[in-house]
């Protein structure tokens, strides 16, 4: 079965992003037609990139970036939940991103944003960074401004309007997930 990954991609204290990545998570759970996973990158601490060699020569050496390639690899695709921070994603999402090449290739990706202006100009960003890190990114999106789908900024109760748009995303993700699989090896659980 298709394995997707839902990348949380803010680990600050207090952080929207748990409610989303879970609303994500909660009703993608209940579809048939792939696995998803929370991936939470406070799970998998990673200093600013250290690595001596780039990612895309495929040669890490440090344990933390086997282990954060280890669990990437194990999914044909993924669904990015991003913040926006000045404009664009977080910083520790780009590191995390930065850090692995091969793992990420031949795989879709749809994506999750919340801000002011729903995180749009986030997204922006990392549609750029997908391409070259060759992932298929779907057009559909889901965009929740801290003004109406959050109470007091912080309780997320998002409407139900966004449920179709969530659907949509994942029906994008797991067929592109799906049609892309010949390009690259099985994926297979990580340990
Ligand atoms: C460093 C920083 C920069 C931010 N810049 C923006 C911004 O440019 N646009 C925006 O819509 N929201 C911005 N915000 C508000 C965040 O989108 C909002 O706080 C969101 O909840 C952050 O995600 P998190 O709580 O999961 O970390 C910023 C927040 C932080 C902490």
Redesign the pocket.
Known sequence: MIRIGIILG?T?P?????Q?ATWVLDNAKQRSDAAFELVDLLDFPLPHLDEPIPPSMGQYQNQHTKKWAEKIASFDGYVIVT?????ST?GVLKNALDYLFAEWNNKAVGFVS????G?A?AVEHLRLIAGELKMADVRQQVTLA?NSEFEN?SVFKPGAYQLPQLATLLDEVVAWSTALATLRPPATPAP
């Open positions: 803010s600050r207090q952080r929207n992003g748990e989303v913040p926006e921070y000045n404009h977080s919340y801000g002011s202006v995180g100009r801290l900024y």
